[in-house]
């Protein structure tokens, strides 16, 4: 008996915290996947720099051995220097003569900058430069994710809100089963023309990258992620690259289009309905009844906004008011507005208009 009521006790509670239980198995699960990717990396990239360390002190040794004229200090200090100019995309070598800050070569900064993408291959030389980077981006972030906000939400009312309103409408499947396929699909278009179609461009016309590097410069890229060890444009040779300028705007326009096309696969996504339960899972309990009433609300907005439209029509076409009813008892059923179709001829009243 004594075991029974603990355990009902042990059920009420559970009940009773399901939301925080459930957000802090996500707070443990996440710092789980920090810790296993952390020593997954290390384990894969470790051995590599350990071994990269030991080949540039042999050739160091190998370079003062034959050259005994050079101190190992001044050495030191020259290779130092080169490095830190390197950091800041200056190079030293002779065939180098491609400037870091022309015109187009700004405008690649400032389209990575605004959309947090920053290689890190370019950073401001000057005092000046670090200043007006700061107050920049302070005012140039927030417009730019209110830009591309207002972007895809217009994107999204024609490649998925009406195609599933259409879709859904002919062939009667349900919204969410239509969702989860059309937003699959979406994904693979946008996959194959931002990232697979690019990545053979770019092993094409960037002669030291193989497919995997390019393909993972596409991904780094769209997600924002922007490592700066792989940056187009940066060949030194003119043969390779005779028009740099204009193959540095063509990524530039190349990086907002993808960005704004993966910002549609992910809104798409974020909007099934499956994973708006799912997150509903982590809500607290007044955020969840909030979430739901704002979901109602705006389905009885577009009820309304609907049932106007409709009453519209009927007072221009009369003859149509018997299917009025029908039409509402659809919208109510589907939670979803959907455009007004007019009865047939044969339908109305029972007789042949």
């Known amino acids: 008996m004594v075991r029974g009521c603990t355990r009902g006790a042990c059920l009420r509670f559970i009940d009773r915290h399901q939301s925080a239980l459930n957000f802090g198995l996500l707070v443990v699960a996440y710092i789980l996947y920090l810790v296993v990717g952390a020593g997954i990396f290390s384990a894969i990239e470790l051995p590599y720099e350990d071994a990269l360390r030991q080949e540039l002190k042999a050739d160091l040794r190998d370079f003062l051995r034959n050259n005994s004229c050079v101190s190992d200090a001044r050495l030191e200090e020259l290779l130092s220097r ?3 100019a390197s950091n ?3 190079s030293i070598l002779d065939n180098d003569t491609q400037r870091s800050w022309d015109f187009v070569s700004s405008l690649f900064f ?3 900058v605004l959309t947090t993408t920053g290689y890190g291959h370019s950073v401001p030389l000057s005092d000046g430069g670090k200043a007006f980077c700061i107050f920049y981006s302070l005012l140039g972030i ?3 994710l209110f830009f591309l906000s207002a972007v895809v939400q217009r994107i999204m009312s024609v490649v998925t809100r009406r195609p599933l309103s259409y879709f859904h409408r002919r062939w009667a499947m349900s919204k969410s089963h239509l969702g989860v396929i059309h937003a699959a699909f979406l994904a693979f278009i946008t996959t194959l023309i ?3 179609i690019p990545a053979w461009i770019f092993v094409a016309l960037e002669k030291d990258w193989n497919f995997l590097e390019a393909l993972y410069f596409c991904f780094i890229s769209l997600t924002t992620i922007g490592l ?3 940056v187009p444009g940066e060949t030194h040779s003119k043969e390779s690259n005779p028009h740099p300028h204009l193959y540095r705007l063509a990524i530039t326009v190349y990086l907002l289009l993808g960005l704004v096309c993966v ?3 992910l809104e ?3 909007e099934l309905p499956q994973m708006k339960r799912f997150r509903q899972r982590f809500y607290e309990e007044k955020l969840r009844e909030l979430d739901s009433e704002t979901t109602n609300i705006i389905d009885r907005d577009q009820l309304s906004d609907q049932l106007a439209d409709t009453a519209d029509h009927v007072i221009d076409h009369p003859a149509t008011i018997p299917s009025v009813s029908e039409q509402a008892a659809s919208i109510r059923q589907n939670g979803k507005s959907a455009p007004y179709t007019l009865a047939s001829g044969s339908a109305l009243n029972g007789k042949p208009r």
Do not use: H, K, N, Q
Request: with cysteine.
């Open 82 to 84: 080169a490095l830190e």
């Open 88 to 90: 800041y995309g200056v």
């Open 110 to 112: 400032t389209s990575t």
């Open 142 to 144: 927030p417009v730019t």
């Open 194 to 196: 931002f990232v697979i």
């Open 228 to 230: 700066g060890d792989y």
């Open 263 to 265: 910002l549609v696969v």
């Open 268 to 270: 798409t996504c974020w």
